[in-house]
């Protein structure tokens, strides 16, 4: 990339971080780990990979990560999230666990509801070329026990659709893809997320 | 529920059941034995829970013959969590492996912490679409399992024992050979695929890559937060907790405490922090003192 390199953390409290950071430097971004607060501090924008949102959300309110997410969103920082990490973003999480009583916390930054597991179990798993608004070629998306989301609200924009259900989102600078861009050879939508962390940091500036 | 555009082909499979075995990383993976035990597990933070009827330091106490658990509590089970579910076979019992994947298990493990059904072969993995995992004390053994189609290694340690010795041993084994096959030159990798019966297709990927085409995990002997920080010093990827929770004083908090120590595991503090009175844990075995017929970690090859 042209022009200074661009501040990207991600998120690596578990699951799929190293595959996102392996690409993210191979885009020229300077990325970094983020485990506690502290590690939030001068990034330009953030990546939540896959893995269990259970888990991660466990260890987010284990490690105060809510609220200062939330406000390095308020402060400008896009956000990126990714399967699990798409799930942490929605205002409305269905299908958590029965015994927290279905409910499951989230970021609360996208317009959305999300419906965990919505393809069903590992065996239903499935890699599909998925037409993507704003690419011109289709995406090659691997879904690993995908989340999808419905009751899209008006400030969301539905980005791609599989079998009728919205699996990627855009909302001002957050991004949320319920399928897995990092484990697909092709780098087109990490791209794409740089690209909006570097038109909202010159916003900013 | 939807299905995969037409057939999916056996590539795409591997492909997705290697993907999903990246999404365990830099977590831990809970043996219950009950939903209730599931339901702490998952409460406690763990990627996945193992369903297994009795665990290994049980299974060490009581002898016998250890087979599949019973669907009826695995069923149990996948009702009482959301996360991922997986559940043992005996190593090459094919049958078992077919009624896992007909419950929906998300992964199976063939595992040689029951007794084996079969003293020459292991299943073909490749044959199911569930993923696999499977245990190994050494590179070779590592990459015959998967050229069988696992998806995921884990060292074998000493089940049972609260004795974190084996795993370490394992895990410097299969990685100081992988840094081995790295110094090797190209034209020596036939013959060090010949030295370890390991598939040369395999061997060539190690020596590119410098790692398991597949993600590694640490299992037996795992009972405290600076166990699992230490595997994952020593580089693998995940952690597998079996007797080492439930057989503790508070599984809760021993729980909590591990998968903290995996995610930090680089940062001495909070593990400090998170080892702080935790109570006692299991007991332990010295594995000097096993007799080599108790020794699970020799079973497979």
């Known amino acids: 990339m042209a022009g200074k390199p661009l501040h990207i953390g991600v998120l690596a409290l578990q699951g799929a971080f190293r595959e996102h950071r392996q690409r993210l430097e191979s885009l020229g971004a300077l990325v970094r780990e983020v485990r506690l607060p502290a590690d939030l501090v001068g990034l330009d924008g953030l990546v939540l990979p896959g893995g269990e949102s259970t888990t991660m959300a466990r260890l987010l309110t284990e490690y105060a990560l809510w609220q200062p997410i939330r406000k390095f969103h308020a402060g400008g920082g896009a956000v990126w999230g990714t399967c699990a990490g798409a799930i942490l973003l929605a205002r409305e999480v269905r299908g958590a666990p029965p015994q927290f009583g279905g409910q499951q916390a989230s970021l609360g930054l996208l317009d959305a509801a999300v419906q965990r597991n919505a393809f069903g179990r590992q065996i239903n798993s499935f890699a599909a070329t998925l037409p993507v608004s704003g690419l011109e070629e289709p995406f090659p998306a691997v879904f690993i026990r995908a989340p999808a989301f419905s009751d899209v609200g008006s400030q969301a924009t539905v980005l791609a659709t599989w079998e009728g259900q919205a699996v990627m989102l855009r909302q001002d600078a957050v991004l949320a893809t319920a399928f897995h861009p990092e484990l697909s050879p092709d780098a087109r939508i990490h791209a794409l997320f740089l690209m909006k962390v570097a038109e909202t940091k010159t916003e900013m500036t | 529920m939807s299905e995969p555009t037409a057939q999916t082909p056996q590539p795409q499979q591997t492909y997705l059941n290697f993907g999903f075995a990246e ?84 992964f199976i493990d063939e595992s040689e912490v029951l007794t084996p059904a079969d003293e020459q072969f ?86 590119q890559h410098g790692k398991l085409p597949v993600v590694n995990f640490a299992a037996g002997g795992v009972a405290t937060p600076a166990d699992a ?69 020799s079973r497979g090859w």
Do not use: W
Request: with cysteine; charged share 25%.
């Open chain 2, 23 to 106: 999404m365990f990383k830099g977590g831990v993976i809970m043996d219950v034995v009950t939903a209730d035990q599931a339901r702490i597990a998952e409460a406690a933070g763990a990627t996945a829970v193992m369903a297994l009827e009795r665990v290994p330091a049980d299974i060490r106490v009581d002898g016998g013959v250890a087979r599949m658990s019973d669907p009826k509590m695995i069923k149990e089970i996948i009702a009482a969590v959301t996360i991922p579910v997986m559940a043992k076979v005996r190593i090459g019992h094919i049958v078992e492996a077919q009624i896992l994947q007909a419950l929906g298990v998300d």
């Open chain 2, 122 to 207: 292991h299943i073909l993995k490749s044959e199911f679409k569930v993923p696999f995992v499977c245990g190994a004390k050494n590179l070779g053994e590592a990459l015959r399992r998967v050229g069988e189609g696992a998806s995921m290694i884990r060292t074998k340690g000493e089940a049972g024992t609260g004795n974190v010795v084996e795993a370490v041993r394992h895990a410097r084994t299969v990685l100081g050979e992988i840094r081995t096959i790295q110094a090797r030159p190209a034209e020596e990798l036939m013959t060090v695929a010949r030295d370890l019966q390991a598939p040369y297709e395999l061997v060539r990927y190690v020596h």
């Open chain 2, 229 to 297: 920080a230490l595997m994952m010093v020593l580089g693998l990827d995940g952690v597998f907790v079996g007797s080492g929770i439930f057989k503790s004083d508070n599984p809760e908090r021993r729980a909590q405490a591990i998968v903290k120590a995996v995610t930090h595991f680089q940062n001495p503090e909070v593990l400090a922090e998170v080892s702080e009175d935790l109570g006692a844990p299991m007991t332990g075995i010295n594995i000097d003192d096993l007799i080599p017929a108790e020794r699970l970690a």
